[in-house]
């Protein structure tokens, strides 16, 4: 049975193109360099061909193929100029992620889990302004300006320098002066979460009542939306929740409580340094005042940790509110602190001198131990939720969150670190970069060093399992060039091609190994990572001087590693300046970088509020308001199409539809990670119990999939979705209808496979028409379509394609 064509019912039919990561422009995916923004904005709009624009209006000009739309997405991640500065944000970022990678399991577990990873979060900001308060206040006005020989060269320090007396050469009023910086950053990260809060959080997914199912809706269809208004652990998939894009509420609060976090991180540095001389002096009333300005904010902190706990995020309706006075109020409160801290660090104290670090420099020790202990608490809640529902498919057994959040607090203590350790070397000139203590300043704290020490130690363990992955890599590709020729019948063999193919093929189910690869990694950082915490707290030393008195041998190697670990810091901070240097001025770096907004910023900002911003919360309703009221107003059918990253926005706006929408709509995926990626990393979203109810609400489903493509692959096991994988090349060698060497396209260029117009048409053909309503409609058995259960599409990825049409 042949599919009918796209316009013989007479309705209009629409296929919505939804590009992948990098980005595409509307005349790229349209294919004609005339086309007309249809709706939206320069941000993020639906284009048309200017020859379609009015094509709604004559379905029967466009029997031979739907009319293409495109949805143009990218400057959500790679706009202006200003995304450059996203880059600052990334350790939020991550430790954003592990918030969506739970496994499926217990709502109270799950909402024990959320905790934790937001008060990881909340650490991360507190890191990032210790690192700020480290450069401004104790290496610069603390140290620097402490000393004669390193500010005596310095013109632009010298009226903060204690050697040349003034007014500010007092201690607490340079540290006050230089809390500015931090106090600064703060802000800047409260006024970006802000713009981009009022940018992609509030915009308005479809309402409740749109998604109020039909009076004339059979009951056995209602169950998704009936059970999301009711809440709770029985509300349907996640993603079809009403307000699951729509974290306004949330963002607010954890917004206002890592401001306040940053702010009072500033003003316990300026308040335990004076306090910390007060108890010293014989001055009664300031250490009365210093004792209660830190009890003051041990409360103000304790607060802040109970409304990063309190409330976690609505999503079982649009919750249109905001708590104002904590939104308002715990900033303003906070800032308020920091003032009367500086004023109480600035009062005039004649006898007091800047010497050695500044007083709390045990703050990042215990920062890292509390980050630490989190991560291993998270640990386990994440291994009790994976035991109450085990899945062979979910990556690192449910502890790819953890995995992923220790990797946040890694990434965050190696920029902060890097940051304080440059600084230093800049400040001190002369000083050999991270060889022990400086001549003229004492330096940063010394587990600032350590852990930049261990990193050539995780380097050199990383080795082992990068040499494992790229043996078998080749034995896998010799394994698949034996048999490569039986999906080419007819074709005269030829090694170089071959070994292409076969390469191809064997290097894209690499991404199947980072869940190993991933826990690696972690379980080493979390090893060394502590090692480093333990040595420094028990030598107070730098690695070059705590192993003086060891064996020359093992002397030798500490003085290696402390100093090859300098340098990679040294050299990873001179890279993300360039990086960030690039980005701010040159588009085509910005759309670089924006691959990687692209991956990491498709979930709502859940743990941390200074995380870039999610954009799915800006692409999600834009797709499913244009879904809803093109078929509404039409009463056309709609095929939308994603590729790769594409998908995963195609698939979450399809679940936001309402049913008597949904009817009208087939799903076509290609390239598409939503199974391999999603499916394994972020199980209680897109995990197997998730795809098979999207396809059950949504059966015209179909997904292509090719052995060659590291990012794309199979979306169900033992379904009518999948069909592949598809052949890549298509030909081997010359031929006829092929007379030059076709390329292994792999993750690219889907469209150019016979497969793609094959399945589109069908698709359009199952869709009801209006006057059947919801019924079963046959399946089409289109030739080629793989029907393999999941361990056959294994098989056929590690040792064969196809042929491309495989029957069931």
Known sequence: MSPAPPGESGTPAVELLVHGVGGATPQEMLGDARTVRVTGDGTAAVYRRADDTDADAHPQ???????????????????????????????????????????????????????????????????????????????????????ADCSGDKSWLGFLAAARGGWWAQPGRRLALAALLPAALTTLLWYLSNRTWSAYESQQPLGEDVRAPDATEPASTRGGEDADRGGGAAAGPALGRPGFWYGRRLVARLRAAHTAAGFLTVAAALTVAAAAFDRRSSATLLEAIGWLLEATLLVAGGVVVWVVCRRGRTETRLDEELDRAVVTLLPVSALILLAVSAVYAAWSRPGWRSSGTLPGDRTFGILTLTQLALVVVLAVVAMTLYRRAPHTRTAL?????????????????????????????????????????????????????????????????????????????????????????????????????????????????????????????????????????????????????????????????????????????????????????????????????????????????????????????????????????????????????????????????????????????????????????????????????????????????RNLWRATDPIGGWVMSGADVDRGPLLDPVAYGRTREHPLPDPVLGHSDYQADPAFPEERAALLSRLAAPARGRQQVPQQSAAGEAGAGRAAAEQLREGRAGPRETAD
């Open 61 to 147: 000009d466009h029997r031979d193929r739907p009319v293409p739309e495109a949805y143009v997405w990218s400057n959500l991640t790679s706009g202006n100029s200003a995304r450059a500065l996203w880059l600052l944000l990334l350790p939020f970022m991550v430790v954003n992620l592990a918030h969506w990678m739970l496994p499926s399991g217990g709502e109270r577990a799950a909402r024990l889990y959320g905790v934790l990873v937001r008060l990881i979060a909340l650490t991360l900001t507190v890191l990032l302004v210790a690192a700020a308060c480290e450069v401004a206040l104790d290496l610069t006005a603390w140290q620097c300006a402490g000393s």
């Open 397 to 701: 057994r449910g502890l790819g969150g953890p995995a992923v959040a220790l990797l946040a607090c890694a990434l965050g203590g190696v920029m902060t670190g890097g940051v304080a350790q440059r600084v230093a070397d800049w400040l001190d000139g002369p000083g050999t970069p991270g060889m022990g203590r400086r001549s003229s300043m004492a330096g940063p704290p010394v587990l600032l060093s350590w852990q930049a020490s261990v990193i050539p130690v995780l380097l050199l363990l990383l080795l082992l399992p990068v040499a494992y992955y790229a043996l078998r890599t080749k034995r896998r590709e010799r394994r698949i060039a034996r048999t490569l020729m039986t999906d080419y019948p007819g074709e005269e063999p030829d090694t170089v091609r071959t070994r292409q193919i076969a390469g191809v093929r064997a290097r894209a189910q690499l991404t199947d190994a980072a869940p190993p690869f991933v826990g690696i990694v972690s379980a080493a950082t979390l090893l060394l990572g502590a090692g480093a915490l333990a040595g420094s707290w028990a030598s107070e030393k730098v690695p070059g001087r705590a192993a003086d008195t060891a064996p020359s041998f093992i002397a030798s190697a500490v003085d290696a590693a402390q100093a090859a670990g300098s340098w990679l810091v040294g050299l990873g901070f001179v890279l993300f300046v360039t990086l960030g240097r690039r980005a701010y001025r040159d588009a085509s770096a910005r759309r670089s970088i924006g691959i990687l907004w692209d991956v990491g910023t498709f979930w709502p900002r859940a743990a941390h509020p200074f995380a870039p911003p999610c954009y799915a919360e800006r692409a999600v309703p834009d797709l499913t308001w244009r879904m809803f009221t093109w078929t509404d107003i039409t009463g056309g059918r709609l095929v939308i199409s994603g590729h790769s990253q594409g998908s995963v926005l195609a698939a979450a706006a399809v679940w936001q539809l309402p049913a008597r929408t949904r009817r009208r709509v087939a799903l076509l995926t290609y390239g598409s990670p939503l199974e391999r990626l999603y499916g394994r990393w972020f199980p209680a979203y897109f995990g197997a119990g998730c795809l098979d109810a999207l396809h059950r609400e949504v059966p015209c489903w």
